[in-house]
Structures are given as structure tokens and as C-alpha cells.
């Protein structure tokens, strides 16, 4: 019996399923929140995990935001209700960049995610999954409902916000739209708009699961195990990690000789093939196709200057103390845009550079540098 076989039609996290660590909150349960491209959700609920303890004046709390693929499960073993190790363990945990037993961390899954919080693959109020009825998010609405979740958890102010990527995109929307929320931002590996080929590739992902005849038009959640478009999700996640690492890092692992190839003139195959054949696999059993799509079409509507007179009007808002960080060798998000983040807010100096082979993901690959980057900023505080 092959992987995709055995795969569940979705990686999704569905109410029932063990909790793990998560904790769950409604947020708009009495108003609809109203999104920005027009759609409405009655009411969203929230999977989020919290590690230390909130002080007495309610000042010590951090954000920290995941990226595309990312959840709550910032740091922690993988075991009942988390099919994985933390996303950022060696950053985030006692006596790390990100102290728990300083502050209080509080890290959300997605508006839009698969992992707890209402997505594609959650319930509508018909009581069937949402699939491709979900509507249209943005950056900016996922935001709006991590701000409300930081109500209901009696925070007014964060003493910082921190991610990478997505994550980073959702702490400049941040910094932007509540900046008297949030006294420090740390921005790792992202841009104040989606630039063009960012928004190529992802189409191109999303063109990839649309393509696959199990995807189902996004109604393929009653389909038995095995029969989801996991095809169609392992080609847009090989896409992506291409693009998420470099050349000469593929070419240091899989080379042409490397040890791991197949005689691919005997219907073998290359070892990078391989590699990306891992990771798809690995992504469609921990994720949800219709959840790739509305993710990545938010970071492609990711601009902080839309209907704010543009980035420098937008950006020009920013009162937190401001740390970007960018990866030496990210062709994904290259310095040039931290450079121009740098440029325009207020209160931000130089790009801190973490210098690695592995591109985009060395914000994920690099804990010891990129934890320096966060441990001064944080040190400050």
C-alpha cells in the first residue's frame, strides 16, 4: 500500500481529535468579523498555546506568528495532538531567545489555518466543512482576530511581537494597525508587499492543487482515506521548497553522484526528487489542501500601504522599536526588502543579516543566529 493510500484526505485538525497542548478561544461570537474583501465569518474560533506565566501588570506578553505551514505548536515534542516538534524549538522556551521564564509567550494558529482555528476544513454554520465556500482573507484580517484574541486574554499591550515570513507579514500588519499594542516588533525574512514573483510562485502552488483531479473543486473532505488531492499538495509544496532554499545548498546535498540517486536511466530517480517527494508527503498528512490555498492567496494580498496612501504612509505609522532581520541567501525574500523596511519606519536601524546557505528557511534552519537577532531585541526591552 503507497503513502498517499494511507493518508487521511485532510491533515486537519478536527474538534474530537486529541488537543495536544491547545488551548481554544471564540473571538466575533456576537458581531460577524467582517472581512476585508467583503466576506463575513459569525464567529472564529481560535487554537493558540501559551508557555510562562502573565506578571501582575499584564506587560510581559510576546507574540510570536507562524508562517504558511506553521500552527501553535511553537516549541514542544511531537506526540498526542501535534504530529510534529515544535516549528521553533532552540528559539522559544525556558532560557531561550524567547524566555518563558520571563515573559509570557502566546503563539496562535492562523485565522485561515488547519490546526484548530476556523479554516476551510472547519464546520460552517450549516454544519458542513466551509471547503472552497471560505471566504477571502488577508494578512490584515488575521490580525484583526489575533488582536481580538489578545482581549479575551486581558492583553492590552504586547511587550513584543516576533515571526518570520507569514509570521513576519503579520507582525508589520501589526505594528501598523494597533501600533499602540505593541511596544517591540522583531521582523524576520519578509517584505511590506508580496512582490511579483512571490505572487507567481504561490499561484503557481495553488494552480498545482486546483489541477489535481481529487481536489474536487475543494469538496473533497467526504472522500475516503487515500482519495484527497495529496498529488496536487506535494507538487505545490516541492514548488515552494524550492524556492525556499538555494542552489548551491541543492547542490551540496543532491548533487549529481550524490550518494542517494537512483540510476535514473533504469526508472530510478535523483536524490533531490526524492527529497521532494518526502516532504510532500510529509506536508499532506499534517495538512489541509484548501488551507495551502487560502494562505498563500493572503500572502499574496499581503501590501501594508493598501488604503493607507501606500508602504511609506503605512509604515510611517510604526511607533514600536523595530528589529528586521533578513537571510543572507534568500532569493524568496531578499534583502532588499528588509533594506527598504529599514528605510521606512521610524524606529529601525540596520538590517540584521543572518548569514546561511539555506535561504529563505534559514529563519527556521538558523536557531543559534536568528535567536541572537531575537535575544538583543528582546534584551532591550
Not at 77 to 82: E, R
Not at 90 to 95: A, K, L, R, W
Not at 147 to 166: N, Q
Request: negative net charge; aromatic residues 6%.
Amino acid at each position: 500500500m503507497g503513502d498517499h493510500e494511507r493518508t487521511p484526505v485532510t491533515g486537519a485538525w478536527r474538534p474530537g481529535d486529541e488537543p495536544g497542548r491547545r488551548q481554544f478561544a471564540t473571538v466575533f461570537a456576537n458581531r460577524p468579523h467582517v472581512l476585508e474583501a467583503g466576506g463575513r465569518l459569525a464567529k472564529v474560533e481560535v487554537a493558540y498555546e501559551t508557555w510562562g506565566e502573565l506578571d501582575a501588570t499584564r506587560s510581559n506578553a510576546v507574540l510570536v506568528l507562524h508562517a504558511l505551514t506553521g500552527d501553535s505548536h511553537a516549541c514542544g515534542p511531537a506526540g498526542p495532538g501535534h504530529l510534529q516538534a515544535g516549528w521553533w524549538e532552540g528559539v522559544v522556551g525556558p532560557g531561550l531567545p524567547v524566555d518563558t521564564d520571563r515573559f509570557f509567550v502566546v503563539c496562535p494558529n492562523v485565522l485561515g489555518g488547519c490546526q484548530g482555528t476556523t479554516g476551510p476544513a472547519s464546520l460552517a454554520p450549516d454544519g458542513r466543512p466551509y471547503g472552497p465556500r471560505f471566504p477571502v482573507v488577508t494578512i490584515r484580517d488575521q490580525v484583526v482576530v489575533e488582536a481580538a484574541l489578545a482581549d479575551a486574554l486581558g492583553i492590552r499591550r504586547w511587550a513584543a511581537v516576533v515571526g518570520g515570513s507569514m509570521g513576519g507579514m503579520r507582525v508589520l500588519e501589526w505594528a501598523v494597525s494597533f501600533p499602540d499594542r505593541v511596544a517591540a516588533a522583531i521582523v524576520v525574512a519578509c517584505g511590506a508587499t508580496a512582490s511579483a514573483e512571490q505572487i507567481a510562485l504561490c499561484s503557481l502552488q495553488v494552480r498545482a492543487i486546483r489541477a489535481d483531479p481529487k481536489f474536487r473543486e475543494g469538496d473533497y473532505y467526504d472522500a475516503p482515506v487515500g482519495d484527497g488531492p495529496h498529488v496536487g499538495l506535494s507538487i505545490a509544496r516541492g514548488i515552494g521548497q524550492v524556492s525556499y532554499r538555494t542552489e548551491a545548498e541543492l547542490d551540496l546535498r543532491f548533487g549529481r553522484g550524490h550518494q542517494g540517486d537512483e540510476n535514473p536511466l533504469a526508472g530510478g530517480r535523483y536524490a533531490v526528487e526524492s527529497y521532494l517527494e518526502y516532504h510532500g508527503g510529509k506536508l499532506a498528512r499534517r495538512f489541509d489542501a484548501n488551507t495551502y490555498i487560502v494562505l498563500s492567496e493572503a500572502m499574496n494580498h499581503h501590501d501594508v500601504g493598501r488604503g493607507r496612501g501606500g508602504v511609506a504612509a503605512a509604515l510611517a505609522r510604526v511607533s514600536a522599536e523595530v528589529t528586521v532581520a533578513g537571510i543572507s541567501s534568500d532569493r524568496l525574500y531578499p534583502l532588499r526588502l528588509q533594506h527598504e523596511l529599514v528605510e521606512l519606519i521610524p524606529r529601525s536601524s540596520a538590517v540584521e543579516v543572518v548569514e546561511s546557505i539555506s535561504g529563505h528557511d534559514g529563519f527556521l534552519v538558523e536557531t543559534e543566529s536568528v535567536g541572537k537577532v531575537i535575544a538583543r531585541a528582546l534584551n532591550a526591552l
